[in-house]
């Protein structure tokens, strides 16, 4: 099948789920697409008599799509730079310390106590992987998914402190999520020929942080530069000046082999009119930020769609489901952990609210980007660097901890929300 016939097929998809879901379902768009997908998904397996044909063309779409390939490279950037455009910068910079605790040392917390606890717990349950790849799992499950993230909170009432929290980490913890994946994955595919130091994995750290943020600040200031010369004289070119910014950011940061995730947050905080002066305000027109909530909502509905479908070509087994439930409750543990000991040592010194502890373990879904980084090591499996076995149990656990991050936590924080927002009015 041609890409042009897949992109097709998954935006007819996209139309008809969003159309159900506003008009039948009413739930949030992020669930009610990922619900329906899911749906669809178990119809084509369990269908598979009837609708022998239907199965193979949905394994053929799946097997040749490459979805962590897409989804960096094109999806990830314009979902990260439309996110970054909505945050308010003043309040950003309020909470800024916070955010940058929970953004770095929060992912690195998550990552050790995650992979640990499963490398202990999972031989209890049958199931036996090297150390280095529970460290792997805890690496890629440990960033919340700011698409996810920041489609809840757009309809909840949350304060803008707490706002300004939940979706300054999401954006910020999925790129050092990415980098500390990156590193990781270094380490475990490297061989046993290969030299790996603390300085060479310090290096590799510091050029993907530095270099992601570095690159984002440049083209960030470029493009308002334009924006501001441009006046809003003509809307056309100031979307095509913010599309350039995107994909040219997106493949430099490729060539130079820094954070892509951290360059599109940082362009997006450059181009973004909230909590600006009033002339930075005004450097890109209403029109700029209409196109790029399209794009945000067409990406979305497209990227929860293509998670939904990942359950055909997923290898499952007992073992594997069982290891997954056991993921569950270890990813919320090390999120209570990573959240809880950065936020305690914090409110030390400031005043942070009642809930908020219970509120970030919570409202922290994953999504596809934990997906994607799950999927991508299909890769290091066909070269013998990692082994196929162990590759599909952590495609499992992923995906299972997505499910239900996405599905129970999506429905139910809400009703946290709002306890948080009564408790302050009291």
């Known amino acids: 099948m041609e890409a042009l016939d897949f992109i097709t097929i998954l935006i007819i998809l996209a139309a008809f789920f969003l159309l159900v879901n506003v008009k039948v379902l009413k ?43 897409v989804l960096f490279q094109v999806m990830l950037s314009f979902l990260l730079f439309a996110g970054a455009l909505e945050l308010d910068l003043r309040k950003l910079g309020e909470e800024k310390w916070v955010i940058f605790i929970l953004a770095t040392a ?58 300004a929290q939940i979706a300054g980490e999401s954006l910020f913890n999925d790129g050092i999520g990415v980098v500390v994946f990156l590193t990781i ?18 290096m590799l750290f510091g050029q993907e942080v530095i270099g992601g943020i570095g690159l984002g600040a440049i083209f960030g200031y470029l493009g308002l530069k334009l924006l501001m010369i441009i006046e809003n004289e003509y809307t056309e070119i100031e979307v095509l000046v913010t599309l350039s910014m995107v994909l040219g950011g997106a493949s430099i940061a490729e060539m130079l082999h820094v954070s892509g995730p951290l ?31 399209l794009m945000d909502e067409a990406m979305n509905a497209i990227l929860f769609i293509l998670i ?27 999120r209570v952990i990573s959240v809880g000991f950065p936020v305690t040592i914090y409110r030390l010194k400031s005043a942070i609210p009642k809930y908020t502890i219970r509120i970030l373990t919570w409202s922290g879904l994953r999504g ?18 990692m082994i196929p076995e162990t590759v599909d149990l952590i495609i499992v656990m992923t995906y299972c901890v997505v499910l239900f991050s996405i599905v129970i936590q999506g429905l139910t924080v809400k009703k946290l929300f709002a306890l948080a927002a009564k408790s302050e009015k009291n």
Request: aromatic share 10%; hydrophobic share 55%.
């Open 308 to 334: 939904g479908m990942q359950i055909i070509v997923i290898n499952w087994s007992m073992d594997y489901i069982l290891a997954a439930v056991i993921a569950i409750v270890v990813v919320l543990m090390g």
């Open 368 to 385: 596809g980007i934990s997906v994607a980084l799950a999927l991508s090591l299909y890769e290091f499996a066909k070269e013998g660097k």
């Open 27 to 69: 739930l949030p768009s992020t669930i009610g697409l990922m619900i329906m997908a899911l749906c669809l998904s178990l119809f084509i397996i369990f269908g598979e008599i009837i609708f022998r044909t239907l199965k193979e063309l949905a394994n053929n779409l799946m097997t040749e799509f490459d979805f962590s390939k």
């Open 263 to 293: 360059a599109m947050v940082t362009m997006g905080l450059f181009v973004g009119n909230k909590g600006r002066s009033a002339e930075l305000e005004k450097a890109a027109g209403e029109y700029v930020y209409k196109f790029w909530h």
């Open 185 to 202: 994955l270094h380490i475990a595919t490297a061989g046993a020929s290969s030299h790996v130091t603390p300085g060479s994995v310090a």
């Open 106 to 163: 929060g992912v690195l917390i998550s990552t050790f106590v995650v992979g640990y606890s499963m490398y202990f717990i999972l031989p209890y349950a049958g199931v036996h992987i090297e150390l280095i790849n529970c460290l792997l799992f805890g690496a890629l499950i440990s960033p919340t998914d700011p698409i996810a993230v920041l489609a809840m909170i757009k309809k909840s009432v949350v304060s803008k402190s707490l706002e």
